[in-house]
């Protein structure tokens, strides 16, 4: 199998280690130099021991015709880095990372009528949807009777973004300080509003409206904090459900949470130090946790599972959840908020 990754950030060392745990022929391909070197002699060798010589390094795609392209360039970019692949057809499958574009509704719009019918051939890099816990979690929830509350929270500060990318010396110096452009806490932290999406969709439940709090930068470029409070369809109307997501927050909460009469169900995501997720069912019978022990390139190995099977013709239902139809929805949902703050 070959695979070629846009991007030689974070996010690109990242998947091209899991691809080649799989044993992938890979490609990476970045425009900028230094993010080339840097990627071969720091980023890569400090996190995986050592660099793997098998990895070709290019500022240009090749020619070839390639199993997986991954798009882990800044998310406006990314529609253009796909729109291309599509129409060389250079790839079988696409994996975009999140947040999917940038929040534009007539971009989103032109996307969602554009993109129709690659549902099982482009995805998009939200991972945590497909992780064990997550997993357990909806399966678990499924015959919840008399949910009364749902809520997502989504709150971690810079310091960790920033500890993976030293070569930044703040939000400023790339999307990540420019809303319009994908960043912000709403969208760079948008896992969890995918989340709560889902959860949605797997109770039956719509959404009729929204009511939101932002909180801006000084210079009103990106949002430091969001707190959406979701109005449900009638049937559902006594569910409270919120989002909270920022870029603030030490004490990192990474969580989803559904509660019903009787008893209450969460995944706490990257607890303790981030060293395992959390599953929790607690009832007034008894309360049991399932933890689920991983590092961080764990992160990664999921999406990546699933849509190598989905390559050999695997159909595993849990990669609808990476389907780019959920990062759209997230984009829409985002550029709405975002565009009537």
């Known amino acids: 199998m070959k695979a070629r990754v846009f991007g030689a950030g974070s ?3 990242h998947i091209t280690n899991a691809l080649r745990n799989v044993d992938y022929e890979i490609e990476v391909v970045d425009i900028d130099k ?46 253009k880095i796909l729109s291309e692949g599509l129409s060389k057809n250079r790839a079988r499958k696409w994996l975009v990372e999140k947040p999917f574009t940038y929040p534009d509704s007539e971009h989103i719009s032109f996307l969602k009528k554009n993109l129709k019918g690659l549902e099982d051939r482009i995805f998009v890099g939200y991972n945590h949807s497909v992780t064990p816990a997550f997993i357990n979690f909806l399966k678990e929830i499924k015959y919840s009777k008399n949910i009364t509350r749902i809520y997502c929270n989504w709150l971690e500060n810079w310091e960790g973004i920033f500890k993976a990318h030293p070569w930044l010396d703040g939000p400023e110096d ?97 607890s303790k130090n981030g060293s395992c997720d959390i599953f929790k069912n607690s009832s007034y019978k008894e309360n049991i946790e399932k933890f689920y022990y991983k590092n961080r390139p764990d992160d990664f190995k999921y999406e990546i599972a699933l849509i190598n099977d989905s390559l050999n013709g695997g159909k595993n239902e849990n990669i609808s959840n990476l389907s780019y139809t959920w990062g759209l929805e997230v984009c829409d949902l985002c550029s709405k908020i975002l565009n009537n703050k």
């Open 34 to 79: 230094a993010a080339l070197s840097r990627m071969k002699n720091e980023i890569y060798p400090s996190r995986y021991k050592e660099w793997d010589e098998s990895i070709n390094l290019l500022e240009s795609p090749s020619e070839d015709i390639v199993d997986l392209e991954v798009i882990g360039t800044p998310p406006d970019t990314h529609t």
């Open 11 to 13: 996010i690109g060392n």
């Open 174 to 270: 790339s999307y990540l300080g420019f809303s319009k452009r994908g960043g912000g806490s709403l969208m760079e932290h948008s896992h969890g509003l995918h989340l709560l999406l889902l959860v949605f969709k797997h109770l039956g439940l719509k959404i009729d409206k929204t009511n939101c709090c932002l909180n801006m930068d000084i210079k009103n470029n990106y949002d430091k904090y969001v707190n959406i409070a979701f109005a449900l369809e009638s049937k559902s109307r006594n569910i409270i459900a919120t989002y909270t997501t920022d870029v603030l927050t030490k004490d990192i909460n990474k969580k989803i949470v559904v509660e019903a009469d009787d008893k209450i169900f969460s995944v706490e995501f990257g």
